[in-house]
């Protein structure tokens, strides 16, 4: 059957070589899954790091034979894969021309040559944006057709967007000036009359622990070092870092720093 091309809204598409069958989904175990992937994605990750970790959960959600992050390298003009995951086995680092990579969609106007080993019977595209502009790319394809539904081009937006998160706070970490010791910014609590009035009073929702929970998930600790640091249960952490989310407004751990990096409670 010759492949048969669908577009949705959004800015990301794929291609099936037959129409997806319908399933049924535990979405409570989806969401679960892309919350372990929200804190697991920290900015103090390498490309290859991201790539794997993605790769091991995302694969409870989609058929991912084959999974790769690629950066947009606008001075070369490609895209640069590292740490390529297929069939379970990483592939050395690689680029591809990326001449037309504000113009993703023009990657399906025909079947895909395989970027690496494998010819997929079945695709999933999702460009990374940041602020408005094209940054890297998602690639997600498999051996078997028949796979895909529009769902899960919805559910690697998601993880794209837990990615360029990870970028951005990466970046704000590695601005000139920013205290470096060992690779590992130093971060440093804000002096609250320094903030803004709006700044100050978002601040102040927190309570002292939060504060100091908050601290702490920026320094790229995980939940269990937390309640170790803190001499209290994992659980109590979970408790803490879920109350941080609802007064920031933000859905994990990323966006709460992301946020409080913006705010200027910490640098």
């Known amino acids: 059957m010759p492949l048969k091309k669908n577009s949705f809204a959004g800015g990301f598409t794929s291609w099936n070589d037959s129409v997806a069958t319908n ?11 892309l919350n372990d992937v929200a804190d697991l994605i920290t900015p103090e990750l390498s490309i290859e ?14 058929d991912a034979f084959q999974f790769a992050v690629g950066i947009y390298n606008e001075k070369e003009g490609t895209i640069v894969y590292k740490g390529m995951v297929e069939d379970g086995k990483q592939i050395p680092a690689f680029s591809v021309d990326a001449t037309v990579v504000n113009e993703y969609s023009h990657y399906l106007a025909e079947k ?14 999702v460009p990374l944006k940041l602020h408005d502009k094209v940054v890297g790319l998602i690639t ?39 205290k470096i010791e060992g690779g590992q910014k130093q971060w440093s609590w804000c002096d ?7 700044s100050k009073k978002a601040l102040q929702q927190l309570t002292v622990r939060e504060k100091q929970v908050l601290f702490l ?15 209290v249960s994992s659980a109590t952490i979970k408790t803490h870092t879920l109350n941080i989310y609802q007064k920031m407004d933000v859905a994990n751990r990323t966006s709460a720093i992301l946020k409080a990096v913006e705010w200027g409670w910490v640098f």
Do not use: C, M
Request: proline share 4%.
């Open 23 to 33: 399933t049924v989904i535990d979405w409570t175990e989806q969401l679960r899954i």
């Open 49 to 62: 790091e991201i790539t794997a970790t993605i790769y091991a959960n995302v694969n409870h959600l989609i």
């Open 112 to 125: 895909p040559v395989p970027l690496k080993g494998i010819e997929p019977r079945a695709a999933l595209y």
């Open 140 to 178: 997600v394809r498999t051996i078997r057709k028949n796979v895909y539904q529009q769902h899960h081009l919805y559910i690697l937006k998601t993880v794209g967007n837990f990615v360029v998160r990870a970028l951005e706070l990466a970046r704000h970490s590695s601005k000139p000036l920013s």
């Open 192 to 198: 609250e009359k320094e903030l803004s009035s709006r």
């Open 217 to 231: 998930l920026a320094t790229g600790l995980s939940n269990k070092e937390l309640a170790s640091r803190l001499y």
